[in-house]
């Protein structure tokens, strides 16, 4: 898949259809792409207009791109994510925030849903990520190579999480009314959650949360040359730590978690 021919087509139709540049590039964890109504003056963009893109399987995920105001700044939100757990290639997974950084984007504020590992975050909290591991053992950008139109994939991960935008989203957060604590998640790809004994070796090496949905977006985003601040709606506690991890329950939270939600994108989106 040619990743920065297949951007750029896409980038450019979302630039011609919405008449501006995006600033800030959004992309909307699982239950909460009815936060985009928080902009003003919004372009929806379906993703069947956007080269390359591939419809989400995931429930309550909508297959557009808006393009609004807020707090100033120009905001791209991406509706719908596709992930390889649920078919995609990992360039299709990576794809949107890929065309965000091409139509624009400088910064990536992505949102995720997680289980959390920690005693003190408990489901229907929001935790920031100022680190990951990589349970999968693939890497999404070992399909990338230079002389594709990126920089190189070989590049340092020390700082994928921006260390200044992070603090900044998560005072503005705090300050808002919604604490964001941070911690490292760990990624597994799915589609089945984690086991108890997965959970338990990665609290020993020192993750929050566990998620099934980050890696391919944040690293794409980050490859493409955006800076990234990644949060986590909490929604369960991870496996073995509490009751049976069930969808429709993780879609119900996240639903009743929207206001605040809005809070953190409004808050952030003025700061980065």
Same mark, same amino acid.
């Given at each position: 898949?040619?990743?920065? +021919?297949?951007?750029g087509?896409? =980038?450019?139709?979302?630039?011609d @259809?919405?008449? /501006?540049? $995006?600033?800030?590039? *959004?992309v909307?964890?699982?239950?909460?792409?009815?936060?985009?109504?928080?902009?003003?003056?919004t372009?929806?963009?379906?993703?069947?207009?956007l080269?390359?893109?591939?419809?989400?399987?995931?429930?309550?995920?909508?297959?557009?791109?808006?393009?609004?105001?807020?707090?100033?700044?120009?905001?791209?939100?991406?509706?719908?994510?596709?992930?390889?757990?649920?078919?995609?290639?990992?360039?299709?997974?990576?794809?949107?925030?890929?065309?965000?950084?091409v139509a624009g984007? +400088?910064?990536?504020?992505?949102? =995720?849903?997680?289980?959390?590992? @920690?005693?003190d /975050?408990? $489901?229907?909290?929001? *935790?920031a990520?100022?680190?990951?591991?990589n349970?999968?053992g693939?890497?999404?950008?070992?399909?990338?190579?230079?002389?594709?139109?990126?920089?190189?994939?070989?590049?340092?991960?020390?700082?994928?999480?921006?260390?200044?935008?992070?603090?900044?989203?998560?005072?503005?957060?705090?300050?808002?009314?919604?604490?964001?604590?941070?911690?490292?998640?760990?990624?597994?790809m799915?589609?089945?959650?984690?086991?108890?004994?997965?959970?338990?070796?990665?609290?020993?090496?020192?993750?929050?949360?566990s998620?099934?949905?980050?890696?391919?977006?944040?690293?794409?985003?980050?490859?493409?040359?955006m800076?990234?601040?990644?949060?986590?709606?909490?929604?369960?506690?991870?496996?073995?730590?509490d009751?049976?991890?069930?969808?429709?329950?993780?879609?119900?939270?996240?639903h009743?978690?929207?206001?605040?939600?809005?809070?953190?994108?409004?808050?952030?989106?003025?700061?980065?």
């Open positions: 898949m040619e990743t920065r +021919r297949l951007a087509q896409a =980038a450019q139709v979302l630039n @259809r919405t008449g /501006v540049e $995006p600033e800030v590039g *959004l909307c964890a699982t239950g909460f792409a009815p936060c985009t109504d928080i902009l003003e003056d372009v929806t963009v379906p993703f069947s207009d080269p390359g893109f591939r419809p989400s399987a995931i429930p309550g995920h909508l297959n557009e791109i808006d393009v609004g105001r807020l707090g100033g700044r120009v905001v791209a939100a991406v509706k719908a994510k596709v992930l390889p757990c649920d078919g995609a290639t990992w360039e299709e997974a990576g794809l949107a925030a890929r065309t965000l950084a984007c +400088r910064v990536l504020i992505y949102s =995720a849903n997680s289980g959390s590992m @920690r005693p /975050v408990a $489901p229907g909290a929001f *935790l990520f100022t680190d990951h591991i349970f999968s693939i890497n999404p950008l070992a399909s990338e190579r230079e002389g594709g139109g990126w920089q190189t994939p070989f590049l340092s991960m020390a700082e994928l999480y921006d260390p200044e935008l992070t603090a900044r989203m998560c005072e503005a957060s705090r300050a808002a009314g919604v604490p964001l604590p941070t911690g490292v998640a760990g990624y597994w799915g589609p089945s959650f984690e086991t108890p004994a997965e959970i338990r070796l990665a609290r020993q090496a020192g993750c929050s949360v998620s099934n949905s980050f890696l391919p977006e944040v690293m794409a985003g980050y490859h493409a040359g800076k990234v601040a990644a949060f986590t709606f909490v929604s369960t506690r991870s496996a073995g730590l009751e049976p991890i069930v969808l429709d329950r993780v879609l119900e939270r996240s009743r978690a929207r206001d605040d939600f809005r809070t953190i994108i409004r808050a952030t989106v003025p700061v980065v």
